[in-house]
């Protein structure tokens, strides 16, 4: 069975270009979910989806991200223009609906280099 | 609110040694607690979790972590390192069974020396 799968590996941009991440969880897991680790930093919360809805957006930065998951299946997010800050690496992770301790699956992650 | 703090950014161990990673929460509500790693050019790998069962958890690869509720402790061991060992280790929080939410420690990277 497919994990869960990253497009691109890597992403060179320049500032105020728009680049949009894209990420296809492990098939049934509703929940899907977004996290970002600035070089140095902890890997920090993003987004929830449950199937196709929001389900908490607390940790989004600003209104140039915007993420998507129509259908409840992929998810993309879509950084507008983008700035040298939102440099990092992007993971993804998705996991069966159930209480706290299901274990959640990442993917290898989207290396975000802006310059 | 929560929070994961990991002392020591880098650990280095040599081969057949013991590895100890310590972390330290808090959180409100009773946690669950995971121990991820990140082995080079892969994505985050589960180790273990702790979910309010036994204090003494077993993992993968010969790894296991005790929950210490008194200490807000969840240290994570492996009795001799192996070269394989060599990789990022994130201790995480969620917020029991409330959340799936992840809060993550800044992560420890281990070098292992033959």
């Known amino acids: 069975e497919a994990g869960v799968t990253q497009f691109p590996s890597h992403s060179v941009i320049e500032k105020g270009q728009t680049v949009t991440l894209r990420c296809d969880p492990i098939?049934?897991?509703?929940?899907l979910y977004w996290y970002r680790r600035v070089m140095g930093k902890e890997i920090k919360f993003l987004l929830h989806f449950v199937k196709e809805s929001k389900q908490d957006e607390s940790g989004m930065p600003n209104n140039r991200f915007l993420a998507e998951r129509t259908g409840g299946t992929y998810s993309t997010l879509k950084v507008q223009p983008a700035e040298l800050e939102d440099s990092g690496v992007y993971f993804c992770a998705s996991s069966q609906l159930g209480q706290g301790n299901t274990e959640a699956f990442f993917g290898q992650g989207t290396r975000l280099t802006v310059v | 609110a929560q929070s994961v703090t990991q002392l020591g950014s880098h650990v280095s161990v040599s081969e057949g040694a013991l590895v100890l990673l310590r972390c330290n929460y808090s959180?409100?509500?009773?946690?669950?607690l995971f121990w991820y790693v990140q082995y080079p050019n892969q994505g985050l790998q589960l180790l273990l979790k702790?979910?309010?069962?036994?204090?003494l958890v077993k993992g993968i690869n010969g790894f296991e972590a005790e929950f210490k509720k008194s200490e807000t402790s969840f240290h994570l061991t492996k009795p001799s390192a192996h070269m394989s060992d060599a990789a990022e280790y994130f201790c995480a929080v969620t917020e029991g069974a409330a959340g799936n939410k992840l809060t993550f420690g800044g992560g420890t990277r281990v070098l292992v020396k033959p």
């Open positions: 098939s049934g897991h509703d929940n």
């Open positions: 959180s409100s509500v009773p946690p669950y």
């Open positions: 702790y979910t309010s069962a036994a204090t």
